[in-house]
DNA sequence: CTTTTGTTTTTTGTATACAATATACATTAA
DNA sequence: TTAATGTATATTGTATACAAAAAACAAAAG
């Protein structure tokens, strides 16, 4: 048998959902924005069809505002999102550190993934950074044994914002520092350690966005 | 002026969001069975259209499974899922009393609520029981201050099972003890004590629906 | 009989068409 | 002028039409 790999043409709500949020996280929507379906079906040169089910993910995700009979209303990036939108993340992902500590799975592959950041030269690369990061969090999902958690954290994610923020040296070095511990706390099955750790590392991300978002005003 | 009452058409997708999620709770569905889009058109009498984006947003909340060109599969409601459903809960209701209770905002709402539980004769009716216990978690939803959170815990209340499994009267009482005993910590701005609260109560809830899930097992 | 290939049927994904609601503008009355 | 009403226009909600993929079935080759 010829080895084979999928060819998967995502579906388009799914493809102009990942381009809208990305757009709104990066800020290329002014805050309190309408944006009509018609006008982003043109956009992207598709139907309304797809673009109605974007808008709708969307909603649930959180990033737009829809109402019945009107154009949807774009959520504002702003320091009040990024506390609700990370006071809901600590809870969650802190549940899943306890879950996957709980979990009598196989982790190696967090160990694997941990000594791949470990052992490259900071500082990382951006993409290096962000890839490493996000391998760490995702394996801890996949590990905490609730296939809902491991969806609504994944939904949660928002690649652009979330390490964009971590620029120098001594940051990378202590989110490390914060992972190193999750992982002896995951492997020791200390599940109240994990919640709590995970939960303070989440906290920490917070506060650093919020602290970048603080400089940009006072430049502004 | 003469006083309105607005006439509010709620949308085809969320009417049949709503049917089919409680069908779906209600195990009128067999666990994994295949439901097709055209099928629950018919069915409903209406088109494919608003029925797709049911479908969508049912696979958001975890009940449905979606796949690429085919049709989506029932998620089986057994002890599992519980188990995976109240844990999400139970951090995300414990984070909303934590931040109720952070809360300055005016809480006279959530006393009059328990009051009117305190002062019903036990046992109350199911239907007051449930529209007790709605007013008081919503309530907090709303005092957390985060709208995200509130919208998360609204799509994940499934009326039909929460409080249809508590048809005991000491049952009855041991929840309006467990609410009495967070209004104090929410009133007292006890922010710790609220969340730890919040996290037994719920995971009684799903013990209960365990035991009662165990029972039915036995008869069968 | 089993496996493979080709065809038909069904079902989904997307685009378009139509109906209902909301917005913008113009017209009229005070 | 200002307020109110009527009409035109645009946008959304829903239904239908069409294209592509999957499933079911039949026929042919081994």
Same mark, same amino acid.
């Given at each position: ?110 160990? =694997? ?16 950074? =962000? ?90």
């Amino acid at each position: 048998m010829i080895p084979y790999t999928k060819i998967e043409a995502t579906p388009l709500n799914e493809r102009i959902s990942t381009l809208l949020k990305d757009a709104i996280i990066e800020g290329q929507f002014k805050a309190g924005e309408e944006i009509s379906l018609t006008a982003i079906a043109e956009r992207y040169g598709v139907s309304r069809t797809p673009v109605r089910e974007a808008f709708q993910h969307l909603a649930k995700d959180g990033f737009l505002t829809l109402r019945m009979n009107k154009s949807a209303i774009v959520v504002a990036i702003d320091e009040h999102f990024f506390r609700n939108h990370y006071e809901i993340r600590s809870v969650l992902e802190a549940q899943a550190a306890y879950g996957a500590a709980a979990s009598d799975a196989d982790k190696s592959e967090l160990v =694997r993934i941990q000594e791949l950041g470990e052992k490259t030269k900071l500082p990382m690369t951006l993409d290096d950074f =962000r890839s490493y990061n996000m391998m760490f969090h995702r394996c801890i999902w996949r590990l905490c044994g609730n296939e809902r958690l491991h969806q609504l954290l994944s939904d949660m994610w928002v690649s652009s914002y979330s390490s964009s923020a971590l620029p120098e040296i001594h940051r990378q070095s202590r989110t490390l520092n914060s992972h190193r511990r999750l992982v002896n706390d995951i492997i020791n099955h200390d599940c109240d350690a994990a919640f709590e750790h995970m939960k303070r590392h989440i906290i920490g991300s917070l506060n650093n966005i919020l602290k970048i978002l603080d400089e940009g005003k006072k430049e502004a």
